[in-house]
């Protein structure tokens, strides 16, 4: 059985990430999408809020698992039995820091390969970032997100302009 994972920050999920989701699910057996816990950044939603997103997100799919985690992705694949870490790329900048991971996590884990997905054109623009700053200004991100998401990121940016 071949088992990949695809580690993110997920905040929030955008059809960006959904893409590569579902184009690597076509790949694998199965497919663990691996929520970081990063202690070092401070995000929008909670880990337990964007696991729910991605849960949602991809009902549709039957091989697809979607978990937090902590520490070395080294580490969360070898115990999770994945021999791939699955990266999507939008831009070359992209390319630059996600070799150097790659790179890193192969020196670390010889088992464990990358795999690139470029990210579909219509989607190439869309960061979590975009999303959190249109969001915020409550501009439209509805070809960026799914109806959910949006509907959690309204929901977050009005729960803070009451405070």
């Known amino acids: 059985m071949s088992i990949a994972v695809y580690p993110g920050s997920f905040d929030p999920v955008t ?3 959904i893409d590569i989701i579902e184009r690597s699910a076509k790949v694998f057996d199965k497919l663990i999408v691996a929520v970081l816990v990063n202690s ?3 995000p929008l939603f909670t880990t337990q809020e964007k696991v729910d997103m991605i849960c949602k997100a991809t009902s549709h ?3 697809v698992e979607v978990v937090s985690f902590s520490g070395l992705l080294v580490d969360f694949a070898k115990e999770q039995g994945a021999s791939v870490s699955v990266r999507g790329l939008r831009a070359v900048t992209d390319f630059e820091y996600e070799i150097q991971i790659a790179q890193t996590n192969a020196k670390l884990n010889k088992d464990l ?3 690139f997905f470029t990210t579909s054109i219509e989607y190439s623009y869309v ?3 975009i999303v959190k700053e249109i969001a915020s ?3 439209d991100i509805s070809e ?3 109806p959910y998401v949006q509907e959690c990121l309204e929901k977050k ?3 803070q302009e009451a405070k």
Do not use: E, I, R
């Open 40 to 42: 070092a950044k401070k």
């Open 144 to 146: 960026m997100v799914p």
């Open 157 to 159: 940016f009005k729960a």
């Open 137 to 139: 200004y409550h501009g």
């Open 61 to 63: 799919l039957d091989n």
């Open 15 to 17: 059809y960006g990430h």
């Open 113 to 115: 390969d990358t795999m």
């Open 127 to 129: 960061s979590s970032t």
